[in-house]
């Protein structure tokens, strides 16, 4: 009897479909990263948009008060409005305008303390409206044009740069 080694071909392609499945994997990986990121990058400018418009709607609520009390404007008690202030304690029982103007600069810097982070304004007037900082705005006080300027921290990180919303206007 005569025996005979048959020789089967090696399969040289074996594993090659396990190896196609694994790299499909690292590419969708890849993929699912990149709009992980792409959404967290979208979340922060959200966020960001949605503390631009209270800085907007807050200016709008100070051009509203200066309007309601155009004797306080006249008198020029809101020629330079800064810091929170203290409540006058008199809205119940009558205010005169400078107590109004008081009154204006405690709810709407409370506001801006509670509604942004690290949020403060200022109302002054100013002939070169853009820039400036809480500690020095740059207002010159020349001209009858109002500016209100809002500050907040965008990203709550000690030493960002605060963001700025400038609006002017004339009463």
Not at 26 to 52: D, E
């Amino acid at each position: 009897m005569i025996t005979r080694t048959v020789s089967l071909p090696i399969n040289k392609t074996k594993g090659f479909a396990l190896l196609e499945v694994l790299i499909a994997i690292v590419v969708i990986a890849f993929g699912l990263l990149g709009l992980a990121g792409l959404q967290g990058t979208s979340m922060k400018a959200n966020h960001s948009a949605y503390f631009r418009s209270i800085a907007t709607q807050q200016a709008y609520d100070m051009t509203d008060r200066m309007r309601a009390n155009k004797t306080g404007v006249s008198a020029g008690n809101y020629d330079n409005i800064s810091g929170i202030g203290s409540n006058p304690g008199c809205i119940s029982t009558g205010c005169t305008a400078a107590q109004i103007t008081q009154y204006d600069k405690f709810r709407w810097n409370t506001d801006n303390a509670s509604l942004l982070p690290s949020g403060q304004g200022i109302v002054c007037k100013d002939s070169t409206p853009d820039g400036g900082t809480p500690a020095s705005p740059g207002c010159d006080g020349s001209g009858d044009i109002f500016v209100i300027k809002i500050w907040w921290d965008d990203e709550k990180k000690p030493g960002n740069p605060l963001k700025l919303f400038v609006t002017s206007f004339q009463p």
